[in-house]
């Protein structure tokens, strides 16, 4: 039986904003039950995440990639990226495949990103980019086998990263076959939820759903074997914690959120997405 009862599949602890208690906030989680994944959104914070799987025995899996913010240079403000986030200027990454294979042959390295498209306050310019870098990353998963983690930010009135996406996804196919993985802080329709299932992509939620409405519907549209949860992590505390820094622990919250909205037993919703958690990552747990 395992030790674990759930799994953040989408935290960033590999970030600085844990630089002065990044331990504590780990050994907070597996004390808890609580196994996460740190996603990497450059090579540096892949390498990071990467190098954090190597101090604990269990319980601590990586995701390396690049975010789409990161293939061109641009600003991010402390605004825009909430608690825990400290504004920076993107340097612009070439996405490199042989630097990325060489971090996924960690036995640890579950999977690729996160990555895709961010269409959110977008230069028109950068677009060309993204998709470029992002039929590169499919490729790479293609080739590696690994699951991505998929960053799908549309425009502030438009689903159209999603659609983008989910046509790039489907055209990228092999042997009529799509790369697996998960559409992560999933904001899209039930029309676009329904795409990315059928491709076999799960959606995941994160303590957004504890305070806002809107995303309740698409809760009790996922089906259970297709849904996981995560923090974001330092974005984004679910309730109670809201207005604080966010940290994997606290994936326990919207797990609870998952169950009240699918009106089942909470015992049964963290079996379920721990399972779900196992079978699109590889985890051990």
Known sequence: MSKFRR???HAHVNFSAYDADRDSVIQRALASGTAMINVGTQIDTSRAAVELTKKYSEGVYAIVGLHPIHTSASFHDEKELGVGGKEFTSRGEEFNP???RELLKDPKAVGI??????YYRLDESTKAK???TFRKVIALAHETGKPLMLHIRPSEKSGDAYDDALDMLASESKNGRAVKGDSHFFAGTTAQARRFLDLGITLSFTGVITFAKQY???VEYVPLDM?????DCPFVAPVP???KRNEPAYVAEVVAKIARVKNLPL?????ALLENGRRVWGVEI
Do not use: F
């Open 7 to 9: 799994i953040d599949i």
């Open 98 to 100: 042989v630097l990325y």
């Open 113 to 118: 990103g996160e990555c895709g498209l961010d």
């Open 130 to 132: 993204q998709k470029e």
């Open 216 to 218: 309740l519907e698409l």
């Open 227 to 231: 849904i996981q949860a995560e923090t």
């Open 241 to 243: 914690y809201r207005g």
């Open 267 to 271: 015992e049964e919703v963290e079996n």
